[in-house]
């Protein structure tokens, strides 16, 4: 094969077709033979070349100057538990993201990390009162002492 067409489609970008070919001419079996080449070269066309599609994920980043990091509004009433935050330490890791060695601050030398699978390594989870949304709610569960009066109809 002396030619190949690469089509290449990534992303939102439009597809990119590449001819390649060979550097080699004329050399078939050790001989110069540069008029057979040429020939079976110029007969065939461009559109005979079998194309290649490939897919190649790619990650746009662009960086806009003068653009202003929209503010978290907080919740208003936060809640008590994570004061709006709506995360609270990792109940497995106490906050520390590892599972070995918790009580130290550091590491000892040659010891390897195992992280928490309940965090991921964050030392963070969602706060079990508001379900990490930041936003005061009552207590759940069952209210037996709480009795509505107005609705019962007591006096």
Same mark, same amino acid.
């Given at each position: 094969?002396?030619?190949?067409?690469?089509?290449?489609?990534?992303?939102?970008?439009?597809?990119?077709?590449?001819?390649?070919?060979?550097?080699?001419?004329?050399?078939?079996?050790?001989? @110069? @033979? @540069?008029?057979?080449?040429?020939?079976? =070269?110029?007969?065939?066309?461009?559109?005979?070349?079998?194309?290649?599609?490939?897919?190649?994920?790619?990650?746009?980043?662009?960086?806009?100057?003068?653009?202003?990091?929209?503010?978290?509004?907080?919740? %208003?009433?936060? $809640?008590?538990?994570?004061?709006?935050?709506?995360?609270? %330490?990792?109940? %497995?890791?106490?906050?520390?993201?590892?599972?070995?060695?918790?009580?130290?601050?550091?590491?000892?030398?040659?010891?390897?990390?195992?992280? $928490?699978?309940?965090?991921?390594?964050?030392?963070l989870?969602? $706060?079990?009162?508001c379900?990490?949304?930041g936003?005061?709610?009552?207590?759940m569960?069952?209210?037996?002492?709480?009795? %509505?009066? =107005?609705?019962?109809?007591?006096?």
């Open positions: 094969m002396d030619g190949m067409t690469l089509t290449a489609v990534t992303g939102s970008v439009l597809p990119t077709t590449v001819q390649l070919e060979s550097k080699k001419r004329g050399f078939v079996n050790g001989e @110069n @033979n @540069n008029r057979s080449t040429h020939q079976s =070269q110029r007969s065939q066309s461009p559109a005979s070349f079998p194309k290649l599609s490939l897919s190649k994920p790619s990650w746009l980043v662009t960086t806009e100057s003068n653009v202003r990091k929209a503010a978290r509004k907080k919740a %208003d009433p936060p $809640c008590i538990i994570c004061k709006g935050s709506g995360r609270v %330490d990792c109940h %497995d890791c106490s906050g520390s993201g590892r599972t070995n060695c918790v009580h130290l601050v550091m590491l000892p030398r040659g010891e390897w990390p195992r992280w $928490c699978k309940t965090c991921g390594g964050s030392g989870g969602y $706060c079990s009162r379900l990490g949304t936003e005061y709610r009552y207590v569960g069952f209210h037996f002492m709480n009795r %509505d009066d =107005q609705h019962n109809g007591a006096p």
